[in-house]
């Protein structure tokens, strides 16, 4: 599934394509994705201009002159094709602007999902409620998961993948991270120490912005917008990596646990 870095991989490819753009054609190929289309999708949004793009946790969002904000998640197998030469069967939402360019949204899944809201009612539009705060955001601070993780008894590795703590994460990055901070990926939440706390939130943000350099992670279907695939899996110490060697020596270990499988080193993590 594309998590934050694709997701702002792809805000960032499609910005500079749709940024300040008028939409002229507007048109769905079928009802739905994994819910229905907004059924005035094209009404409102066929000669609006785009005035801004932006993301939220695994979300990416497409502000309009009209005050409606096109929200966008790429499920399990979604991506944005830019300029495609031709069509292809599972490109179900397509978007012209006035420049000539065309975007296809791409979803051979039908995981993914496309809502139409009133701008100012963005941050009230049910996945967004409650979410925690945007890790590479001021708000993501290790006092902060201090004060949110006491007490809890299941483990950080959960922990970072439940969204009301942190929004955005998901499974590979947090299993690069608590390796990056060095950190036992079974500790129990609320009793990390103040100074693991200090490693981790530097070390998901570093994980994070590599990612985003790297233009994220070509697992399964994701592409970048451009149609490049992304090459941060080329850096993983840990993701994937099960019975290989860590930098240490020691091998890297798998274990399931909330239906996810993580990664990690016992001789590196052991904080």
């Known amino acids: 599934m594309p998590e934050l870095p694709e997701v702002e991989t792809t805000v960032r490819g499609l910005r500079p394509v749709l940024e300040g753009q008028v939409l002229t054609r507007v048109e ?3 009802d739905d994705l994994r819910r229905a289309f907004p059924p005035d ?6 000669g609006a201009r785009a005035t801004s793009l932006g993301r939220r946790a695994k979300y990416g969002l497409i502000e309009t002159d009209r005050g409606d904000s ?5 499920g399990m197998s979604g991506r944005w094709r830019v ?8 490109d179900h939402l397509i978007i012209e ?28 539009f049910a996945a967004f409620r409650m979410l ?7 708000d993501f601070t290790p006092d902060r998961l201090r004060r949110v993780l006491a007490g809890r008894r299941f483990s950080i590795k959960l922990a970072l993948l439940d969204q009301r703590i942190v929004a955005g994460l998901g499974n590979i990055y947090v299993c690069e991270a608590l390796y990056d901070a060095r950190i036992d990926p079974h500790t129990p939440a609320g009793a990390l120490k103040a100074a693991a706390l200090e490693r981790l939130v530097p070390a998901v943000q570093l994980v994070l912005d590599a990612a985003i350099e790297a233009g994220g992670s070509s697992l399964r279907d994701y592409a970048r ?3 490049e695939l992304g090459y941060f899996s080329k850096q993983f110490a840990v993701y994937g990596r099960a019975g290989e060697p860590c930098a240490c020596g020691s091998m890297v270990e798998r274990y399931a646990e909330g ?3 993580t990664f990690w080193c016992p001789r590196c993590q052991r904080s």
Do not use: K
Request: proline fraction near 13%; glycine fraction near 12%.
């Open 41 to 46: 999708l094209r009404q409102r949004l066929t």
């Open 97 to 124: 602007t006035g420049e000539g360019r065309r975007l296809a949204l791409n979803d051979p899944r039908r995981f993914g999902s496309v809502d139409l809201v009133p701008t100012t009612t963005v941050a009230d």
């Open 83 to 90: 300029d495609p030469a031709e069509l292809l069967p599972h």
């Open 132 to 138: 925690g705060p945007e890790p590479l955001g001021p």
């Open 259 to 261: 239906g996810r499988s």
């Open 70 to 74: 096109l929200i966008f998640h790429l």
């Open 225 to 227: 917008p451009d149609g």
């Open 28 to 30: 769905t190929r079928r």
